[in-house]
Structures are given as C-alpha cells and as structure tokens.
C-alpha cells in the first residue's frame, strides 16, 4: 500500500498563503487533499487525476486554493492563498487507485487560520 507523509502546515493569519506538500512512496495514483475541523466529518478539499491531471476542487476552496503535482507524480502540493478561520483543520492527503476508493492516508498536518 502506498505511504504518504504530509508537510507545511502552520499558523498562519486571515488571508495569508500557505503550501502543503504531500510525499507519496509510489505514483500512479490519483491523489487528494482532506480535511477534518474539530466537530466535523472529513471532507474532499480537492484531488488531481493520475491518468489526465485533471483537478477537481470543493466549492468552498475554488479561486482560492490549487493542487499540483511533480512530474513523476510522487509529490502533491495544495497552494492554500486567501486563508480564513473556516480553513482551520488537520489536513489530510490520500491516495487512491484510479477512480477507486480512496484508501491510503498520511498522519495528517495541523492547519490554523487565526489572527
């Protein structure tokens, strides 16, 4: 099963810019962001397609925030710009195989947006 390992969450202010990165152990997967606020479920921030890039984005991120890959597709960014308090949660990257469930989870990256 492939591994994957979160990186650059933080404490940042209303409207600053944030990056994740998410280091997979293996490509050919589509892979997607997740979060989870305190008292809330988990739910999709955004995945990109292995077989096309193509990117899909929930309603609540779109304009604001991007998902990238690295060319071997073992790296994926979220670039996080405009932040707002509603954007504080863990963030979550998974993997999963194409169109599948997703499956494959890293530990998480604590993201808060405070002033």
């Known amino acids: 099963q492939v591994h994957l390992v979160e990186s650059g969450g933080g404490l940042v202010q209303p409207g600053d810019s944030l990056k994740l990165i998410c280091s997979a152990s293996e490509a050919l997967y589509d892979m997607g962001w997740f979060r989870q606020a305190p008292g809330k479920e988990r739910e999709l921030v955004a995945y990109i397609r292995w077989r096309d890039g193509t990117t899909t984005y929930a309603d609540s991120v779109k304009g604001r925030f991007k998902i990238s890959r690295d060319i071997a597709g073992r790296m994926v960014f979220l670039q996080m710009d405009r932040l707002a308090s509603e954007d504080t949660a863990v963030y979550y990257c998974?993997?999963?195989?194409?169109?599948?469930?997703?499956?494959?989870w890293g530990q998480g990256t604590q993201v808060t947006v405070s002033s």
């Open positions: 998974s993997a999963r195989p194409r169109d599948g469930p997703w499956h494959a």
